[in-house]
């Protein structure tokens, strides 16, 4: 009898403890999670709706017979901007759409639309003022530029995976039979209890979803990330036969539009030597066309005399590509496709689609939006109930455990998410020392679950 109620007792300290750790995990994550799941539902749609925006740029008003080539467009762009570099453009197969152009000029980018039929820039847009530009600023960096915004994210994301695991132990039945409060909500319900069912139910349905989109996407995290690369392995390089380039250049630091698993290439150079002539443009649609390079493809133009062409293809998943080609001779110096992909980077890549909501098509980006949504209602619930729980002019964070192993051995484990999850590492030790010197000595809320 008394082992049963030591084992009752230790059940409950352990209990209180991952309570209170999913109570600072939802302080730390709920605001940015928010925000994260909001800019993330819209920008699952931004092929739709930079259509929607944008038409007017994207579609020219009628085809005819006559289409200028590609070099007499850049050619244009250059003598109306003579003033700015332009980098790359991108090439469609629908004959109805405009060519992109993007180039630099004091520091600002901006994508022009080049109509082929009439030879006349059919538009410009400022690339910061683009709608889904922003929406993917907000997205990944929180609107705070560079490092730091980047490092907030990947914090959130990662709490937010100890705030899924300590969720679903708060969330386990104990000791009930019923399906209501745990699978289904009690929405008869009123108070505390209503928006109890309304947090933690479809918390428990949608956390495989919300996790494999924290998952996804972690490759574009600055500590994880990067880790994550290096775990793949060296590129795999389609032309075995060739000595690898030496170079301290990456494909995504030298070329536009390069999927992640390819962003690590090194960039090769021409030949300046070479006994031949630049190639035009157009020479290097047509290497493209017979490299069977999948539509859309960005064509990043050669930087000085030692440059090469790039062609890169992001959109489809199993189309994924990279080309650098010498400028001169037409060679394709270094080609990775999809193909040539391990097995980890090949998992990454559906991951990015899956995330971008571009894996399966439109109900790849409804299960996402669901998700997104989802997430925003657990994020409310969860402000509302800790309203209606804390008392009156206090903190309301949940009561420690009186059990100091339960305590410690609970503070370990969260310690060993913070080897798995480096940036979380510190911030665990910093949550624990703020809760012993203030939140332990301030008022809490006994628990009454249930």
């Given at each position: 009898m008394a082992s049963k109620k030591k084992k009752k007792q230790t059940s409950a300290s352990i209990y209180q403890v991952v309570w209170k750790w999913h109570f600072y995990a939802g302080i730390i994550t709920a605001p940015f999670l928010f925000i994260l799941a909001f800019s993330g539902s819209i920008y699952l749609f931004k092929p739709q709706i930079e259509s929607f925006l944008y038409q007017d740029y994207f579609v020219v008003d009628h085809i005819d017979e006559s289409r200028s080539t590609f070099s007499a467009q850049r050619d244009l762009v250059k003598e109306t901007y003579p003033d700015a570099s332009i980098s790359s453009f991108i090439v469609r197969e629908d004959p109805n759409a405009t060519t992109e152009f993007y180039l630099t000029e004091d520091g600002v980018s901006t994508s022009i639309f080049v109509n082929p039929y009439t030879s006349t820039i059919q538009g410009a847009l400022n690339a910061d003022e683009r709608l889904m530009n922003i929406f993917k600023k907000i997205h990944s960096e929180?609107?705070?530029?560079?490092?730091?915004?980047?490092?907030?994210?990947?914090?959130?994301?990662?709490?937010?995976?100890?705030?899924?695991?300590?969720?679903?132990?708060?969330?386990?039945?104990?000791?009930?039979?019923?399906?209501?409060?745990?699978i289904l909500p009690r929405l008869h319900k009123r108070g505390r209890l209503f928006w109890r069912d309304l947090h933690a139910v479809p918390a428990f349905w949608l956390s495989i979803f919300i996790l494999i989109l924290i998952a996804t996407g972690l490759p574009w995290s600055g500590i994880l990330g990067s880790q994550i690369q290096k775990i793949s392995g060296a590129p795999a390089y389609s032309f075995d036969w060739q000595e690898r380039p030496e170079s301290v250049t990456l494909s995504k630091d030298g070329a536009d539009g390069i999927p992640w698993a390819n962003e690590?290439?090194?960039?090769?150079?021409?030949?300046?030597?070479?006994?031949?002539?630049?190639?035009?443009?157009?020479?290097?649609?047509?290497?493209?066309?017979?490299?069977?390079?999948?539509?859309?493809?960005?064509?990043?133009?050669?930087?000085?005399?030692?440059?090469?062409?790039?062609?890169?293809?992001?959109?489809?998943?199993?189309?994924?590509?990279?080309?650098?080609?010498?400028?001169?001779?037409?060679?394709?110096?270094?080609?990775?496709?999809?193909?040539?992909?391990?097995?980890?980077?090949?998992?990454?890549?559906?991951?990015?689609?899956?995330?971008?909501?571009?894996?399966f098509g439109w109900p790849n980006?409804?299960?996402?939006?669901?998700?997104?949504?989802?997430?925003?209602?657990?994020?409310?619930?969860?402000?509302?109930?800790?309203?209606?729980?804390?008392?009156?002019?206090?903190?309301?964070?949940?009561?420690?455990?009186?059990?100091?192993?339960?305590?410690?051995?609970?503070?370990?484990?969260?310690?060993?998410?913070?080897?798995?999850?480096?940036?979380?590492?510190?911030?665990?030790?910093?949550?624990?020392?703020?809760?012993?010197?203030?939140f332990s000595k301030r008022a809490l809320f006994s628990i009454k679950e249930n």
């Amino acid at each position: 009898m008394a082992s049963k109620k030591k084992k009752k007792q230790t059940s409950a300290s352990i209990y209180q403890v991952v309570w209170k750790w999913h109570f600072y995990a939802g302080i730390i994550t709920a605001p940015f999670l928010f925000i994260l799941a909001f800019s993330g539902s819209i920008y699952l749609f931004k092929p739709q709706i930079e259509s929607f925006l944008y038409q007017d740029y994207f579609v020219v008003d009628h085809i005819d017979e006559s289409r200028s080539t590609f070099s007499a467009q850049r050619d244009l762009v250059k003598e109306t901007y003579p003033d700015a570099s332009i980098s790359s453009f991108i090439v469609r197969e629908d004959p109805n759409a405009t060519t992109e152009f993007y180039l630099t000029e004091d520091g600002v980018s901006t994508s022009i639309f080049v109509n082929p039929y009439t030879s006349t820039i059919q538009g410009a847009l400022n690339a910061d003022e683009r709608l889904m530009n922003i929406f993917k600023k907000i997205h990944s960096e929180l609107w705070i530029a560079g490092t730091v915004g980047n490092r907030i994210v990947e914090l959130v994301a990662c709490w937010a995976v100890i705030l899924l695991i300590t969720g679903l132990y708060i969330w386990w039945p104990r000791n009930r039979a019923s399906i209501w409060g745990t699978i289904l909500p009690r929405l008869h319900k009123r108070g505390r209890l209503f928006w109890r069912d309304l947090h933690a139910v479809p918390a428990f349905w949608l956390s495989i979803f919300i996790l494999i989109l924290i998952a996804t996407g972690l490759p574009w995290s600055g500590i994880l990330g990067s880790q994550i690369q290096k775990i793949s392995g060296a590129p795999a390089y389609s032309f075995d036969w060739q000595e690898r380039p030496e170079s301290v250049t990456l494909s995504k630091d030298g070329a536009d539009g390069i999927p992640w698993a390819n962003e690590n290439l090194l960039m090769p150079h021409s030949n300046s030597q070479s006994e031949y002539l630049p190639l035009s443009i157009d020479d290097v649609i047509h290497i493209a066309e017979l490299e069977e390079m999948a539509y859309p493809y960005t064509l990043s133009l050669p930087d000085g005399p030692t440059g090469v062409y790039t062609i890169s293809h992001e959109t489809n998943r199993l189309n994924l590509a990279t080309k650098h080609i010498d400028q001169y001779s037409g060679t394709v110096l270094i080609g990775r496709s999809f193909q040539d992909f391990d097995f980890l980077p090949k998992l990454v890549s559906a991951g990015i689609a899956l995330h971008e909501g571009r894996l399966f098509g439109w109900p790849n980006q409804l299960l996402g939006l669901m998700t997104c949504l989802g997430l925003m209602g657990i994020v409310a619930s969860s402000f509302v109930l800790w309203k209606k729980r804390k008392p009156k002019g206090k903190l309301g964070a949940p009561p420690g455990s009186k059990d100091k192993k339960v305590t410690r051995a609970v503070f370990f484990i969260m310690l060993g998410f913070g080897i798995l999850l480096p940036l979380v590492g510190l911030s665990i030790i910093v949550v624990y020392v703020f809760d012993r010197l203030f939140f332990s000595k301030r008022a809490l809320f006994s628990i009454k679950e249930n």
